[in-house]
């Protein structure tokens, strides 16, 4: 008897501790004097990198400017988990620079300040799209627009000029391109390349954001929106298309690289920079170390259009001022230096690699005073034209890891029924939009 | 705080330097009452930090498992909510299936694996213990180290060194880890790999035990290696064993990093085990209350096999 008491009593007592520690809800926070208001800035990039540098320079010239002290972090690896980690202490950063994508898991949980386009000094500078990237489902806006981008085609132009192929006009051009590189020996070495290097695995949902581009030009949509609300789409006829024509890629015509559903964007990224793959779709950031690997080899190619036209993924990242913050004003004026031509100009970084601003967000800001890449201009006019957010969902990240599971079994399993696959999705694509109260 | 030795323990082995609250004095006055809480300060600084690093947080994650955690709008009772969202839900019992079989063919792969080399490696001999250190570099690697080496280990293409391997006995090459058919095992070879060793060093230990007259007569009676196996080393291993097991079993209820680092659960959720489910609910769909249930339904797992076990080998030990 004395034994089993002695068993619980320490349970009881951790239970009652745990009950109390860290559970309250958020408080108003009082505000510091101007004068001693500083920031910590988090970036979701990997430290000690040309990004992290780049970041340290930026962070730096804002000090230098207003005299407020800014401390930047730059973070990669568990991104996410550590920044829960801050929420569970309430102690958040006062500033998060990450992906436009992740604003509504941010919102959702509380984390993100409102943010009033009127009072922020340079506002009305900015790209009205660029807005819509900091735009959450209920209208209202929960961050401020620091850089934009899309993807495009990387190729190995040497290549496909060695084996007398046109640049592709359509799919099917796209498909035989690739597939010659799988069985023609496109660099002489009669080493197997792929025809493309495609992030399959499903950390943080990298299949489904590699393939979003190919999604939708091939006829796919992952919700629809109707009177009431929106619906899931990902069942109908043209997704099943798109989706099949993806796991094609794979089960198919077999142009992607072998384990591709094991790989993250870096390890794609490897693949073809070490010419094992012939092209790679990815965002312009990635522009400066290709030149400097491939040089003049590789060309960047607007994408062929697929059954109903094309639509590239549109990103970018947000300044997100975050919540509980003592340093409201600081935060503030971060986000004014960064949208600033000045902020703007040290975040392109000219063609160096790292670059934070990709695409500027500023109109007043002419990137080609700083660069001299003329690709650069090349992903300008294809975000321009062919650009699209991922939709405005409350939450967008199920839906995200929901695709990315699917695709992810489609590519690396040849025997499952893309119809069964997608209905399954189109059932739990229903379920978050109901828990997310968005439901039609 | 001064430091005393205490001169009441009873052999020379406990008589440690103690931090000691109570002043020497008032302590000798009391020495009766006292003797109950000598036991206490000495398991005090452990105590504080287990209670500090494990039981607040275990019990924290037991309030959290009945609540819908949001740490900045305040979380709210959701009461069985989270039991029953993961319950209901058909990924939490494929997790649950493909831990058991990861946990059943690992455990049994390197039980069997280290046992069989650590009658090889046995003995006092220089060259023999060269191989038995490199034998055991597997288990000083860091995980991550593991599975990033297994990957490239593991590249599907024919020019792959796993798959050259097979194309010496003229087997057509795998997709290894990036096909559902095959992931599950490419997983437990990696574990058995690294498993072994470490059962060997530890059965070694055991092995030098045994009583070697026991064997000599054992021979005498005619028995074969086999049979000397069986009826000399293996009942003289069991307490070892015994122990080998309960670790095992804990180790694999909660594996994680390999499966994380290599398939992250995938192809189609092929190898999702409970672990890489709950990180995946808890850090990337941040269903945090979600996985603390799932958390806590596996420690209650672990606790109830842990003691299953030690039941078992009492049992088969008297």
Redesign the interface.
Known sequence: MKRRTALIAPLTGALLLAGCSGMTSQAQVAQLPRTDQSLDIWQRKAPNTPSDMIGQELVAAFTAKTGIKAELTSLSQDFELKLQQRAVQRNLPDIVINDTAQLGTMQTQGLLREIDRDEIEGASDLHERAWDGATGYDGRTYGVPMTAHTVALFNRRDWREKLGIAVPESWDDLVDMWTAYTTEDPDGTGKQVAGIAIAGTTKRGYVSWNTSSFFWSGGGEYVEETKGGLRSAIADDGSIQALTWIRDLACDSAVIQPGASSQDTGGSKDTFLAGRAGSFLVAPYELPIIRETLGDAFEVLTPPPGPTGLTTLAEGNNLYLMAGSDSNEAQQAFAEFVISPEGQAIGMAGDRDGNLVRLPVNTTVDMMDTRTDREWEHFQEIYDRYGRYVPAVPNWNPFLQGSATTINALISDCSLDVGAEAEKLHASFTAALEEQGALA | MSTVLDDRAPTGAARTEVDAPVPPRRRRRSARSGRWITPWLFLAPALILF?YFK?????????MSF?DV??????TAVGWDNYRTLLTDGEFFRAAGHTVVIAVAQISGAMVLGFALALLLEGQARRIWFVRSAAFLPVVVPTAVIAEVW?IIY???SDGLANSILGLFLIEPS?W?????TSMLSVILVGIWRDAPYNMIIIIAGLVGVDRSLYESASLDGAGIIGRIRHVTLPALRPVLAILFTLAAIRAMRIFTEVFL????????STEVLMTLIY?LG????E?GVAAAGSVILLLATIVLTLAVRLVSRRIQS
């Open positions: 209670v039981f607040i947080p275990m019990g924290q994650a037991v309030v609540l949001r740490p900045y709008l305040g979380n990957r590249h599907p293409t997709a880890i990036n096909s559902p058919d290599l398939t992250n659960g995938g192809p189609n959720g995946r850090f990337e769909q941040i945090l």
